[in-house]
């Protein structure tokens, strides 16, 4: 992010925790004629075309209402990029300021915002290599072989996450230099002016969050949802399937798990999920979080309003 755009404000938070709701009544209290409030989603799912109920996409409703950024990017189907988010980014941020406007960041996806307010520099694409690191089956090997080749890289990603696991190996081997020789990465905190406000539960209260929300995304029709995808033309990219609810659902509709089985699935890994996420923000100190006892809005606009003023 260039020092000639307007700094955003960042609204962080593990899914479930409120993110949306509170920069959506943020947006609306404090939107002008001569200064609008935009909205940027930093959600690694949220780009995807036709995945709208299990990424908790905001409504039409609400995108009719405040500007909405970087949602319904590419086609489930097509595989998507940290450098291709980082650039839709940029160029949202550019227009918002064209037009005197104030961004607020809503971030569930810490590498992807790290990317756009940190400016990381990101290595190349070296598909032809990546596609041979996915025929290798067995994650513990590649985490052994990025631990031979970039012990660096390997202290920083967990042995058990295969993606990053083969981007880290696809770098290396590709362009012949460290993964971790691509600047400090998110292990660096640099001061960038980008205020950024933590949304913070106790474990117990966002894991019912958590529950209910994933019922909630049944009853809205998330199984229609997913059928259809998976019985479109091209289907969903590797990364698309992997969608919190998506997956699951995905192996009931293959007859492998029944339905209940597949929800009780969803909310442990949405729990789970929503752990890492707090354990990426938590490194950071430059967030500054926010407790919150029953309501989000209530408690967190006023000081999010503050910020933006």
Request: a neutral charge; glycine letters at 6%; proline letters at 5%.
């Amino acid at each position: 992010m260039t020092d000639s755009l307007r700094k955003p404000i960042v609204i962080v938070g593990p899914t479930a925790s409120g993110k949306s709701s509170v920069a959506m009544a943020v947006a609306q209290s404090e939107t002008t004629e001569q200064s609008p409030v935009h909205i940027v989603a930093v959600d690694a799912m949220q780009v995807y075309r036709d995945m709208n109920i299990g990424t908790a996409k905001p409504t039409t409703k609400d995108q009719s209402e405040v500007p909405h950024h970087c949602i319904d990017l590419v086609d489930s189907h097509e595989r998507f990029t940290v450098a291709e988010f980082k650039k839709s980014a940029v160029g949202a941020l550019s227009e918002i300021a064209k037009v005197n406007g104030r961004a607020l960041l809503v971030a569930g996806t810490g590498l992807y915002l790290t990317a756009v307010i940190d400016d990381l520099v990101l290595p190349g694409e070296f598909p032809e290599t990546r596609a041979t690191l996915e025929q290798q089956t067995n994650t513990e090997a590649l985490f052994t072989q990025l631990t031979e080749l970039d012990p660096d890289a390997a202290q920083k990603v967990e042995r058990s996450n295969r993606r990053r696991i083969i981007r880290a190996l696809e770098v290396c081997i590709g362009s012949g230099k460290p993964f971790s020789s691509f600047g400090p990465g998110t292990s660096a905190y640099p001061e960038n002016g980008v205020i950024q406000i933590g949304l913070r539960w106790s474990r117990d209260r966002l894991a019912q969050r958590v529950a209910d929300r994933v019922y909630a995304l049944m009853e809205e029709g998330l199984l229609a949802e997913v059928t259809a995808l998976r019985n479109s033309k091209n289907g969903l990219s590797r990364t698309a399937a992997q969608a919190l609810g998506y997956k699951e659902l995905l192996v009931h509709l293959d007859g492998k798990m029944s339905l209940d089985q597949a929800v009780d699935e969803t909310i442990i890994h949405t729990r789970q999920f929503a752990v890492r996420q707090e354990r990426w923000f938590r490194r950071d100190p430059r967030i500054k979080w926010i407790s919150i006892s029953s309501d989000p809005v209530a408690e967190i606009v006023p000081i999010i309003a503050k910020h933006l003023r």
